[in-house]
């Protein structure tokens, strides 16, 4: 798990964290609310090594898998189904029912899987890389505002994929 001992960051003379102390354990769930500039993604830009702190130590297992859901997009396959498989593992990399499973829950359609994964709305895109990091199966999701691009049916599947997960999840919001 993860634990995070005596971190501060700050902006300039703008204290963000001073003396934060947190631990993640196995199979824990945190919920980040907060309004903007309270500091819920640099603490995910910590966790993920893409920020530095001025003081303190993050403590990570090694081997841990941290999966963060990416609003940037960067396709490189011609269909749907194509793209998402490439998150499967080597020894599930025929597995192309679990991909399915995974987008059909997100919302898309049996019609979608054989299209470009750029024909579809950024909403849409955003649902690709969240099935694309959730078969990746890591040990600690953060996720930060997962639920802005889905509809009431993907809502359900992603709360009760989230309930079922084998791991920890940190998710971030502004309003719930």
Not at 23 to 36: D, S, T
Not at 95 to 117: A, C, M, Q, R, W
Request: hydrophobic residues 40%; proline residues 2%; glycine residues 8%.
């Amino acid at each position: 798990m993860i634990q995070l001992t005596n971190i501060a960051k700050s902006y300039g003379s703008q204290d963000l964290f001073k003396n934060l102390d947190f631990r993640l354990n196995k199979n824990q769930r945190v919920g980040l609310v907060g309004r903007n500039g309270s500091g819920k993604s640099t603490l995910f830009k910590l966790i993920l090594g893409e920020d530095h702190y001025d003081e303190g130590e993050i403590s990570i297992p090694k081997g841990y898998k941290i999966g963060a859901l990416k609003q940037h997009l960067v396709f490189t396959e011609s269909t749907l189904v194509d793209e998402v498989a490439l998150a499967l593992s080597e020894d599930d990399k025929y597995s192309i029912y679990k991909v399915e499973k995974f987008l059909f829950g997100l919302g898309f359609t049996h019609e979608d899987l054989d299209k470009s994964p750029l024909s579809f709305s950024g909403g849409f895109q955003i649902r690709i890389n969240l099935a694309k990091l959730l078969l990746t199966e890591p040990n600690l999701l953060l996720l930060d505002e997962p639920t802005n691009y889905l509809d009431i049916l993907s809502l359900r599947w992603l709360k009760q994929f989230l309930c079922t997960f084998d791991g920890e999840v940190i998710l971030i919001t502004h309003d719930r």
